[in-house]
């Protein structure tokens, strides 16, 4: 999901790699409308590797939504979740119950959208959407920064281990200088592997004993086809790390960040960082330059989590 954005005037055009897209839109010049569908997606989490998922929009992570800070943000969300598909449809009770096992995915959800960046009621705002429905609220997005949103329906450790989670970032009302900008977020995928299926283990998910650590929804996805920057460049990668269970040590081999600004909050900015810990929900906005042309990798430092996923590349050039 890594998207790098270069904005001329008033366009943003995402350039997106792993073909994730913004289903955002601007009615007015202080209105940001989001469209938000809750739905079941087949998705690549490793190299050979697919899982049934539940999505926002059909990825995992759900799209980045991008607002300026005094923005209104009206958010849409259509639960297209329903009902028993027909890979399950007819089947005897016993293999009914097997095939949901295998596939939760198949069963109707209520879904609801809870968004870290809004200051709003959450009995008002986040509420559960039925199978068929869909629920509209708006936030004024007063607050700069990174934010995660996530369904918040029971239970919430499953439906975000399902997938159902991602990144709004609020751009304060006075730009940031021009940079190359990039995306990630970090999550966990839980359960075992069988013919070529990850099949999901809410009980793994309880344990906190993951099957794959990723960033932007897959696997060593970025150490298969590295993100590429120029030497030199000011970069600016906005981080968050989504979960659901553990936290962040996140890491680039070979620089160091001249500034890294918790939760995105352009007036606490630390500098000269070399690894910054991350909780689960939290987030953060890193500065960085290359200084030369090669490869960088870019992990979490949580060396188990190298290992089970987090890790990718920058090359430049």
């Known amino acids: 999901m890594a998207s790098i954005w270069f904005r001329t005037g008033l366009v943003a055009v995402l350039l ?3 073909s994730l897209f913004v289903l955002v839109s601007e009615t007015r010049a202080t209105v940001v409308d989001v469209q938000l569908n809750a739905r079941p997606a087949t998705i690549t989490v490793a190299r ?3 899982m049934k998922a539940w999505t926002f929009n059909g990825t995992v992570p759900g ?21 028993i598909r027909k890979s399950c449809r007819g089947k005897k009770k016993r293999k009914l119950l097997s095939c949901l096992r295998f596939n939760r995915a198949n069963m109707a959800m209520h879904h609801s959208v809870d968004f870290h960046a809004a200051r709003i009621a959450p009995n008002v705002a986040f509420k559960d959407v039925a199978p068929g429905k869909s629920f509209t609220f708006e936030f004024q997005a007063s607050t700069p920064g990174v934010f995660m949103y996530h369904c918040a329906t029971g239970p919430m450790l499953e439906h975000l281990g399902m997938g159902m989670q991602g990144m709004i970032v609020v751009d304060p009302a006075t730009p940031r200088p021009p940079a190359k900008e990039i995306f990630l977020v970090q999550s966990e995928y839980y359960g075992k592997v069988k013919n070529g299926f990850l099949k999901t283990s809410y009980e793994a998910m309880k344990k906190g004993s993951p099957a794959y650590v990723v960033f932007n929804g897959r696997s060593y996805q970025y150490a298969e ?27 680039v081999v070979g620089t160091i960040f001249d500034s890294y600004e918790h939760d995105g909050q352009p007036d606490e900015a630390i500098h000269n960082v070399s ?27 949580s060396v188990i989590d190298m290992d089970q996923g987090a890790m990718g590349m920058f090359e430049a050039s």
Request: charged residues 15%.
């Open 275 to 301: 690894t910054q810990v991350i909780a689960p929900g939290g987030a953060g906005v890193f500065e960085t330059t290359f200084p030369e042309a090669g490869s960088y990798p870019f992990v979490s430092h």
């Open 48 to 50: 050979g590797v697919k």
């Open 16 to 18: 997106a790699f792993a």
């Open 63 to 83: 799209p980045v939504i991008r607002a300026t800070q005094g923005d209104t943000v009206r958010v849409t969300l259509k639960n297209s979740h329903k009902g």
């Open 225 to 251: 086809k590295p993100i590429p920057v120029k030497v030199g460049e000011l970069v600016r990668i906005y981080f968050l790390d989504s979960g659901p269970s553990l936290f962040s040590a996140f890491h």
